[in-house]
């Protein structure tokens, strides 16, 4: 949704919310010297500079500085080599999150932070590409369409044994394979596999509740923890009927594959109330 954002300039940058009639100030909240719009705020700001250079990305800004619009960033980022690319995309949505706290008055991550951040990221992206290839090559592993009032969602998590550190992601497609939403996120503090799994399937289901689908067929790679969140009074249904005030059914279709159903009304009423959370 991010990168959609952007290659459509539609990223409530200051321009853009003085553009749509918002009364507000135009300059950078990062340098406050010039005006925010996109341009400015990932390729031309002083502080942006200073993270492009710390990853030694400077000839990748350079290039992009020189794009035209929002369409044209995306797509050159689209023709870098993959590792790169994926780089340049986490670091922007990274840039984009710390610009947000800034904005709402905390202070700037440092370059360091920001380049710790982006290499989790990388690291955790790339498990799990790893890991979907090597699913994919299963013929048993290859996704399924649900019917074609549902949703599926994919949901997959990693876990380190020695930092106790966890990251969890997932793909929401139609039942046409279209990719509606993707999302990505770390755990400071986790267990084991198991207990990342379930956190990750949780986080996965709080955002696609918040995007209002309410008829969902998940998928997770881990037939405990399926068997775990169907179970009589499971904490993952009474966090999410916490979290949304609604009543929702979960059942277990077999062992690695549940069918939720919703409440449809809360659609409008999360919709509102979007947490800006990290999601690419
Ligand atoms: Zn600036």
Redesign the pocket.
Known sequence: MFIWRLAHNSLPVKRNLARRGIKTET????????N?DCG??FF?????KQCWRAMNLEHVRADLELCKSGEETVARILNLEQHEQNRVFIWLWRWWSARNKANDGSKLATVSDICSSVSFYLLELEQLATNCKDKAKSPSARWRPPPADYYKINVDASYHEVSKQGGWGFVARDANDIFLEGGAGSFLHVADAQQAETLGVLRSLERIVELGMTRIILETDSSTVGRAITSPGNIICQLLQFFTGRSLTITLQDSMLLEILMDRELYSQRQAHDKNLLFI
Do not use: I, S, T
Not at 27 to 34: N, Q, V
Not at 44 to 48: F, Q, T
């Open positions: 300059a950078c909240p990062l340098c406050f010297r010039l925010e400015h705020l031309k700001c002083k502080k942006a």
